[in-house]
């Protein structure tokens, strides 16, 4: 592994108006010395850009209040190949974080194009530029949706990924595949990591947890899919970031193999909880967390709010991440309990409720 000091780096992050994104930004602003962040977003209204205004202020306000880095932020799509050559053209970033995405398994059923633009030609375009202005390092984000339907448990990254059951899947595939390809023809050190139901505060909308919050407190019914019995690996958002920006430090190394090419410096790493909870008690811990927030009253009643349903297309039961070879490689291993983040969930969503409402009224 060839270890790389993020000081005085340029370091470009896409999708940083995004929740794992801005996240990932913060966390850089805390850590880092005389770097340039170049972060790019398009902004666009996949769920309420409120949300993503709101994550940039948040972006502004931590860096003036702490100017150790260099905040640069461009609105533009990483499917726009101008776009991308130029930041690469000016700013010749260094390292890569590639989180802008179309995410979502149920969207990329209605609205297959937007996978496609985003995931697959994006990333292409990001490639691409990585190979005429050479990087120390690309990390680039897949998903746990690669393992589709496998049976054994937990999922290692030695497993098959072969039977997406997505479209959303099959892009994340593709995306390793075509690292893959760059960093066996190029040499450029790429970092694929599989995420494993990401969760915490500003998220997204569409997830359940914040989804459902929405719900109830209109008093709509939420609906549990699998009758409950899915079971997902939820791993905070923090944990995520700790991963990356460990990740960041450590690139495969360069190697030739005997025919004298490169083997590739290619990897790919699992960051999962590695504890998969039930959806039922992810749902009781979520709404013991919003009462004790104080989102809903005390005395709601979560039993009549509830339906019981089947599973969604494209859905899986079971997600739950070996994260062994992360913990192996970078000393790392997701720590954060369920409970401990829908606490601080719940919290920033009363807080952030109150910012709206202000909002609203002014």
């Known amino acids: ?3 790389i000091n993020l000081d005085n780096k340029v370091i470009l992050v896409t999708g940083a108006a995004g929740f794992i994104g801005s996240n990932l930004v913060k966390r850089l602003f805390k850590d880092v010395t005389g770097a340039t962040i170049v972060g790019i977003d398009n902004m666009n209204d996949y769920y ?3 949300l ?11 860096q003036r209040s702490d100017a150790k880095v260099k905040w640069i932020f461009v609105k533009g799509d990483i499917a726009d190949k101008q776009t991308i050559d130029g930041i690469f053209e000016e700013y010749k970033p260094q ?12 969207y990329s059923i209605t609205n297959p194009d937007a996978y496609i633009q985003s995931n697959m030609i994006g990333f292409y375009n990001i490639l691409e530029a990585c190979r005429h202005q ?8 897949s998903s746990s949706s690669v393992y589709g339907g496998n049976k054994k448990v937990p999922f290692s990254t030695d497993d098959r990924v072969d039977n997406p059951v997505s479209l959303y899947a099959a892009t994340k595939k593709s995306n390793e595949l075509f690292a ?12 694929g990591l599989r995420f494993f139901t990401v969760y915490g505060p500003a998220g997204r909308p569409d997830m359940a947890y914040f989804g459902f919050t ?3 407190l209109k008093g709509e019914t939420i609906k549990i899919f699998n009758y409950g019995n899915c079971r997902r690996d939820f791993t905070f958002v923090d944990d995520i970031v700790e991963g990356i920006v460990r990740v960041m430090q450590g690139a495969p190394e360069r190697k030739k193999g005997d025919d004298g090419l490169p083997i590739p410096p290619y990897a790919v790493y699992n ?8 959806l039922l008690d992810f749902v009781q811990i979520l709404q013991e967390e919003l009462v004790r927030a104080g989102v809903l009253p005390h005395d709601f009643d979560f039993e009549a709010h509830k339906e019981l349903v089947p599973m969604q297309p494209g859905d899986v039961p079971t997600t739950y991440a070996d994260a062994t070879a992360l913990e192996r490689d970078y000393g790392f291993t997701p720590k954060i309990t369920l409970r401990e983040g829908l606490r601080k969930f719940a919290e920033w969503y009363k807080e952030f409720e109150c910012v709206v409402a202000t909002s609203q009224r002014e």
């Open 48 to 50: 309420d850009v409120a």
């Open 95 to 106: 390292v890569v974080v590639n989180l802008a995405a179309q995410a979502g398994v149920r």
């Open 52 to 62: 993503k205004e709101y994550r940039l202020r948040k972006l502004e306000e931590g």
């Open 271 to 278: 960051i999962g909880g590695g504890q998969p909870e039930n």
């Open 180 to 191: 893959h390809c760059y960093s066996k023809l190029y040499d450029i050190p790429t970092t």
């Open 214 to 216: 929405n719900k109830l």
């Open 134 to 141: 050479p990087v120390e390092h690309l990390v680039y984000a």
């Open 1 to 3: 592994m060839e270890k």
